[in-house]
Structures are given as structure tokens and as C-alpha cells.
């Protein structure tokens, strides 16, 4: 079965540390790979997608991810983690441009002053 | 700045009561989609809809839950009768075409009694 792993249900990083939040998938094919933020009492917003080409993807608000076909990974990361980061994070797979998304369970960002 | 428009945002109703859903989605985005976010489930797909049609809607409880999209400007989600299980946060998305990101609205929060 196709699925989405975020392992973490929670990262803790100090202000100004880099942060890196985790996804794995099982998906065949070439999935289309996403990351959403939601805050609280918000809807999901897209931060960055990965279809094909450089493995390192960026985004917005000075996110970036890392694709890794070996590992079939896809960890977000940001060098300099601000308090304003705190939110819930998606990641999401499309197997090959389909209209089926897959959603992780979510990770909570909470960065500490 | 283009958005996808929920109405209403929060919505207290009483158990067997109809409850119904709008969404606007993006002019010019053909794919509309529903989701529902619970605590203990995440995020679950309900339907989506191409061109306006119901591609899948095996997400939804069939015997209360029904989704239309009357026009290519509206997508409705209906609940009736409602139950306390409902309660949840209902999303509309919206996307372009096949494969790219996903646009989601606020919300609608709905809380069943």
C-alpha cells in the first residue's frame, strides 16, 4: 500500500539552530513530493514541491527539502529556525501527477526562544 | 491575491440536523477537493472532483454525506443527519490541474452536539 511517513510527531529546536523534519514514503513510481504548513486555526499552505531535477528543492519562508530516491526521503530543513515557525507540518506524495494526494500524519515544529 | 473561500468558518448545530459546506475554489482550477481533519484520523480525503465531476468520493460516508458541485464557482458538502462524529475541521482544495499543489481554504469547523 502507498503511504507517507513523518516518524516525528513533534521537533524541538532552539532559535537560530538549524531544524530538519523528517519524511519517508512508499510510493512507486516518480511521486510528486510536497510540504505544507498549518497554523493554528489556519488551512494548509504550500511550501514546496519537488517534480524532477535538483534534489535540493526551495521554498518558501527559507525552507528547503532534500530529495533522496535511495532512501525515498524527503526532509525539510531550514538553517535558522525562528520562533515564527512553529506550526504543523505536511508532507504530502502525488504518485505521478495523479489527482490522489497523500498526507503524512503531520509533525509539530516547536521552536523555542 | 486568489484564495479558496469556505463558508461559514464555524458552525455549533445539534445532532440530526443538516449541515452544509460551501466552498469557492480558485477561478480557473478544475480539480476541487474535501478533507476532513479530526485529531485522532488527520487528514482524510472525502471526494475530489475534475471538470466538476466526482472522480472519487470513497472517502465519504455515502448514507449522510454527499458532495456537488452545482457550478465550476461552487463545491458543496452536505452532512444530514449530522452525529457528534462529524465534528471536525472540513477543508476545500483546489489545484489547477494534475499534480501540482493544492490550495486549501480555512476551514470550516464543525462541532455536532
Known amino acids: 500500500a502507498q503511504s507517507v511517513a513523518q516518524p516525528e510527531d513533534q521537533v524541538n529546536v532552539a532559535e537560530g539552530n538549524p531544524l530538519t523534519v523528517k519524511c519517508t514514503y512508499s510510493?512507486?513510481?516518480?511521486?510528486?513530493l510536497f510540504w505544507y504548513v498549518q497554523y493554528p486555526n489556519r488551512g494548509l499552505q504550500f511550501l514546496l514541491k519537488y517534480i524532477t531535477g535538483d534534489n535540493l528543492v526551495k521554498g518558501s519562508y527559507g525552507f528547503e527539502a532534500e530529495f533522496n530516491k535511495s532512501q525515498t526521503s524527503f526532509h525539510l530543513k531550514k538553517p535558522s529556525a525562528l520562533v515564527s515557525d512553529s506550526a504543523l507540518y505536511f508532507c504530502?506524495?502525488?504518485?505521478?501527477?495523479?489527482?490522489?494526494?497523500?498526507f503524512g500524519t503531520g509533525t509539530r515544529l516547536k521552536v523555542l526562544a | 491575491d486568489a484564495r479558496v473561500t469556505q463558508t461559514p468558518r464555524d458552525k455549533v448545530t445539534e445532532m440530526g440536523q443538516e449541515v452544509t459546506m460551501r466552498c469557492q475554489p480558485i477561478?480557473?482550477?478544475?480539480?476541487v477537493f474535501w478533507y476532513r481533519q479530526t485529531m485522532m484520523q488527520g487528514l482524510e480525503l472525502l471526494a475530489y472532483?475534475?471538470?466538476?465531476?466526482?472522480?472519487?468520493d470513497s472517502g465519504m460516508p455515502k448514507d449522510r454525506f454527499s458532495a456537488e458541485m452545482p457550478d465550476a464557482t461552487l463545491a458543496t458538502l452536505k452532512i444530514q443527519p449530522s452525529e457528534p462524529r462529524d465534528s471536525a475541521v472540513y477543508f476545500c482544495?483546489?489545484?489547477?490541474?494534475?499534480?501540482?499543489?493544492?490550495?486549501f481554504g480555512e476551514g470550516s469547523r464543525l462541532t455536532v452536539l
Open positions: 510510493v512507486s513510481g516518480n511521486p510528486y
Open positions: 472532483f475534475r471538470n466538476r465531476a466526482p472522480l472519487d
Open positions: 504530502a506524495v502525488n504518485p505521478s501527477g495523479t489527482y490522489k494526494y497523500i
Open positions: 482544495a483546489s489545484a489547477p490541474g494534475g499534480g501540482g499543489e493544492l490550495f
Open positions: 477561478l480557473g482550477h478544475n480539480t
